[in-house]
C-alpha cells in the first residue's frame, strides 16, 4: 500500500511539478476507472476541466471533487491496491476536506487535489454533485477516454467567486475561455444571470482595464450587456449620432451600456462604438457595418478590421520587437531580448514564471 507521511509532501510536490498533459491525462485514466468501477461519483475541477474541454492553459496539478458519502478514507482506501497511486498516510492529512494523491506515471508524479462535495473555499463545490457533472471525452496524444467533468454551469460559479477572492491570472485566462469559446459561452450567459453580480462585474473591469478587444462578448456572456435577448438580426443598423437610450452625458457621448432605441445596439465607451451581440455569440461592431457601407462611423474613426487595442502592445520591459514597418505582431513572437511572448488572442505581451503563473506587459506599464 503506496501511502506518504505529511513530513514527506513536499517531498512528493517537488516530483509532481512537471507533467506532461500525456502524462496528466493517463494519470486521469487511473484514478477515474478505480472510482467509476466504484460507482463513486466525481467531477474534473479548475483548470484541468478546461485543458479537456480545449483551452491552451496546460495546469500543474488535477483538481477533483467527489461525493460525499463515502468517508475520504473508504475512498482513498479503494488505491491501497494500485502500486502506482500514493495516498496520505493518515487523517490529520486531509483534515480540510481536500486529501493529496500522487500518481507516479513513468518516472513523473501526477498531483490530484481530492475534495468532498459540499466543501466550501475558494473551489466550491456543488452539493447534488451527481447532477452537476457531465461525461466527456478526453484525448490527448494516443490517450483517449471518458471521464466526468463539473458542469459549465457550476464550473463558471466557480471560477468567478475565485477571481472574486483571489484575482489570479490563471482563473482570468480560464474566464476569457468560458466567456469567449462558441461551444460554451452561451451556456455561460444563460446561468451567469443567477451568479452574484459584483463578481461579473468585478471581472469584466478587468477586462477593461486590459483593453480586451472582445470585451463585448464577454459582457454579453456575463449578462452585463442590458441586451434581454440578442438577435441574429442583420437587418439592424446601427445607431447614428446619439440616437440611445440610457442617457448621455451632457448631450455628448452615450453612456457605457446604452442601449440604442431599437435595442439592438451597445455602446461601449472604451472603443467609443456600438457593437451588437449575436445569439451566437459574435457580434458585430457600428463602424465596421457601416465602412463596409462606404459610410463613416458615426464616432468619426475609419472602421477596421478590429479595434486597435494598443495598451496591449505597449511593452517597455524590453518588448520591442516587431515584423517590420509597423506589421502586427505574431502570435507566439518573442520580444528582442527573448523575455516576452506576444498573445495575438489576448493582443497582449506576457512572460510567464516558473511558478506557473502569467505577467502581461500591459499590467507593468
Given amino acids: 500500500m503506496p501511502s506518504y507521511r505529511i513530513e514527506n509532501q513536499d517531498y512528493f510536490e517537488e516530483l509532481a511539478e512537471s507533467p506532461d498533459p500525456n502524462q496528466q491525462f493517463h494519470a486521469i485514466r487511473i484514478i477515474s476507472r478505480i472510482l467509476e468501477r466504484n460507482r463513486i461519483t466525481y467531477g474534473i475541477l479548475g483548470g484541468m476541466n478546461l485543458f479537456i474541454r480545449g483551452s491552451n492553459r496546460t495546469t500543474q496539478d488535477v483538481d477533483m471533487a467527489i461525493d460525499n458519502p463515502p468517508q475520504m478514507k473508504d475512498v482513498l482506501d479503494l488505491f491501497n491496491d494500485h502500486p502506482d497511486i500514493y495516498r496520505p498516510e493518515n487523517r490529520m492529512q486531509w483534515g480540510s476536506g481536500v486529501a493529496r494523491v500522487f500518481v507516479k506515471i513513468d ?176 457580434y458585430t461592431w457600428a463602424s465596421e457595418r457601416q465602412a463596409s457601407s462606404g459610410r463613416q462611423a458615426s464616432s468619426g474613426r475609419q472602421a477596421t478590421s478590429g479595434k486597435q487595442v494598443t495598451s496591449g502592445k505597449q511593452v517597455t520591459s524590453g518588448a520591442g520587437s516587431s515584423n517590420g514597418g509597423g506589421a502586427a505582431y505574431r502570435d507566439g513572437q518573442k520580444s528582442g531580448d527573448g523575455y516576452w511572448t506576444y498573445s495575438a488572442k489576448y493582443a497582449n505581451w506576457y512572460h510567464k514564471e516558473r511558478n506557473g503563473e502569467y505577467v502581461w506587459a500591459s499590467q507593468k506599464n
Fill in 107 to 282: 518516472d513523473v508524479y501526477v498531483q490530484f487535489d481530492i475534495m468532498r462535495k459540499g466543501r466550501e473555499g475558494i473551489a466550491s463545490i456543488p452539493q447534488n454533485l451527481r447532477e452537476s457533472v457531465e461525461r466527456t471525452t478526453a484525448s490527448s496524444g494516443s490517450e483517449s477516454f471518458e471521464c466526468y467533468l463539473l458542469a459549465i454551469e457550476p464550473l463558471v460559479k466557480s471560477k468567478l467567486k475565485a477571481y472574486h477572492e483571489r484575482e489570479s491570472l490563471n482563473d482570468y485566462i480560464d474566464l476569457v475561455y468560458l466567456c469567449t469559446n462558441q461551444t460554451v459561452n452561451r451556456r455561460v450567459r444563460a446561468t451567469s444571470a443567477t451568479i452574484n453580480e459584483s463578481w461579473r462585474l468585478g471581472f469584466l473591469e478587468r477586462v477593461q482595464q486590459q483593453g480586451y478587444a472582445q470585451e463585448p462578448i464577454i459582457r454579453w456572456a456575463l449578462n452585463l450587456d442590458r441586451t434581454s435577448s440578442p438577435q441574429n438580426k442583420s437587418a439592424a443598423g446601427p445607431p447614428s449620432g446619439n440616437n440611445s437610450q440610457g442617457g448621455s452625458h451632457g448631450g455628448g457621448e452615450p453612456k457605457d451600456g446604452a442601449m440604442s432605441q431599437d435595442g439592438q445596439w451597445t455602446y461601449s465607451a472604451r472603443h467609443k462604438d456600438w457593437y451588437h451581440a449575436h445569439s451566437d455569440g459574435s
